[in-house]
């Protein structure tokens, strides 16, 4: 087994042992989640995740440890949203909608290409200060809800799940350059949100 | 040498690693001039830990899940 760290899991698993089962899925879910969203769409994700969890299980014992757990069980969960979905083809919409507070865009920007209006130093910088405040994370919510099934899919598995970008791209089929641009634009909406209520103390 | 603009256009493929050697050089050399870009990046960084540490998850029943799949496992034997 290439993959130490999954290997006790794995027996684990297999041996039906209940906590294992709720590590990987509370370490699961919500990938395997975005894998589905970003296939079928959110009317058939909750769907896909369910059949990909017993298609998991029932393959269980024939994983033979050549990619890590985490690889295997996206592919497992982009492969039943694929054959779900089967002839609809779906397009990669790039122009998603504006997020709540904006971007950084060109405005912000001399015609040099220096800042016009520069980021100001934020009052509260650890992460854990910030989330405290309901009202930001609320925000924060809102702004992520206006983002497109890929987007907020690409973001989950980049932010959260860590996943190269290539492997993004394989999972979900789209290109490199698509996963690179949903990525960035994705961001600078979070940090649009964060600036504004930074700047506001409202959303 | 880059302007503040073409950093932030960069900022994404810098935090993740994917500039060429010489773009990532520029973007380097600027860092360490702008006081601006500098600070755009650091709050960026905070960003994405934000994000990170939000809680997503909607409410659902993980552990009813993961009973039920230890079960499926251990009937399949
Ligand atoms: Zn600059």
């Known amino acids: ?203 | 040498m880059l302007s503040c603009k073409e950093l932030v256009a960069n900022s994404s493929d810098y935090l993740d690693n994917r500039l060429s050697l010489s773009r990532g050089l520029e973007v380097r050399l600027h860092l360490t001039l702008c006081v601006n870009c500098r600070r755009f990046i650091r709050q960026m960084k905070i960003s994405q830990a934000v994000y990170r540490k939000m809680q997503l998850e909607k409410a659902e029943d993980l552990d009813g899940l993961a009973q039920k799949l230890a079960d499926a496992q251990r009937s399949s034997d």
């Open chain 1, 1 to 203: 087994m290439e993959y130490p760290e999954d290997s006790a899991l794995l027996s684990r698993l297999l041996s039906g042992e209940e906590s294992a089962y709720r590590e990987l899925v509370a370490t699961y879910q919500g990938s395997m989640r975005a894998v589905a969203l970003a296939i079928v769409g959110s009317r058939n994700s909750d769907e896909v995740v369910q059949d990909a969890w017993l298609a998991v299980v029932n393959s269980l014992k024939g994983f033979q440890g050549r990619s890590s757990l985490k690889t295997w069980l996206l592919t497992i969960t982009a492969n039943t949203a694929k054959t779900r979905l089967k002839h609809n083809r779906r397009e990669v919409l790039m122009d998603d909608l504006p997020g709540p507070h904006g971007t950084i865009g060109d405005d912000r920007f001399a015609d040099d290409g220096h800042w016009l209006m520069a980021p100001h130093e934020w009052h509260q910088d650890t992460p854990e200060a910030m989330l405290l405040q309901n009202e930001l994370r609320e925000c924060l919510e809102k702004t992520l809800g206006s983002l497109s099934n890929m987007q907020s899919s690409v973001l989950v598995l980049r932010e959260r799940q860590g996943l190269e970008l290539e492997e993004i791209c394989n999972l979900l089929d789209i290109s490199l350059s698509n996963v690179r641009v949903l990525l960035h634009r994705a961001r600078l909406k979070m940090f649009a949100t964060l600036e504004h209520f930074e700047e506001t103390g409202q959303c």
